[in-house]
């Protein structure tokens, strides 16, 4: 089955960029999304179609692909964006959908 | 103001069955395709199942297939997960999301699948 692979963890001093990365092989046909997730609320959009931002998702969020890896930038971290960070794609018949593994980002 | 409110999450013994609901409001439900997305205990995403908006097209993670049905009563504003044959690995928070980039989720039901 198709997989999207995230490194476990990153972590970033405050006011530094942090990058989370996501790899899949349907990923230069397939669009990505991502998802911040804090403990014990529901997911959030923060990037879909690869580098598009949601109205109401700080300036700071940006996303971007290059082949088979799909990139989360988070410019000038703040403690607020300590979270769980998930990627979100279909395989290559666009039927059906796979999330990443997760990515927890420490802000230190 | 868009809402998803999920309910009929609770304890089951194994083998046994559950129907999950969800009730939206806030935009044309019949407009869109929906999703559900289930998170076990500690553990990240997982992506279940969605349905087409006038019921035509349904997939399905293929762990459940075969036990769950996803359906629809665009009437009532309203998405449904069918679960039987219910195992200990189905245990999780279980949110149902508007489909295709999940820009509106409920905030979850929980099921837990023991004996």
């Known amino acids: 089955s198709y997989e999207l692979t995230q490194p476990p963890s990153v972590s970033v001093a405050p006011g530094q960029t942090a990058r989370i990365t996501c790899s899949g092989d349907a990923l230069p046909k397939q669009y990505a999304y991502w998802y911040q997730q804090k403990p014990g609320q529901a997911p959030i959009l923060v990037i879909y179609?690869?580098?598009e931002r949601p109205s109401g998702i700080p300036e700071r969020f940006s996303g971007s692909s290059s082949g088979t890896t799909v990139t989360l930038t988070i410019s000038g971290v703040q403690a607020e964006d300590e979270a769980d960070y998930y990627c979100q794609s279909a395989d290559s018949s666009a039927l059906y959908r796979v999330f990443g593994g997760g990515t927890k980002l420490t802000v230190l | 103001e868009v809402q998803l409110v999920e309910s009929g999450g609770g304890l089951v013994q194994p083998g046994g069955s559950l129907r999950l609901s969800c009730e939206v409001s806030g935009f044309t439900f019949s407009s869109y395709w929906m999703t559900w997305v289930r998170q076990a205990p500690g553990k990240g995403l997982e992506w279940v199942a969605n349905?087409?908006?006038?019921?035509?097209?349904?997939y399905y993670v293929d762990s459940v297939k075969g036990r769950f049905t996803i359906s629809r009563d665009n009437a009532k504003n309203s998405l449904y997960l069918q679960m039987n044959s219910l195992r200990a690995e189905d245990t999780a928070v279980y949110y149902c999301a508007r489909d295709f980039a999940l820009d509106y989720w409920g905030q979850g039901t929980l099921v837990t699948v023991s004996s």
């Open positions: 179609k690869d580098t």
């Open positions: 349905i087409k908006e006038d019921e035509s097209e349904r």
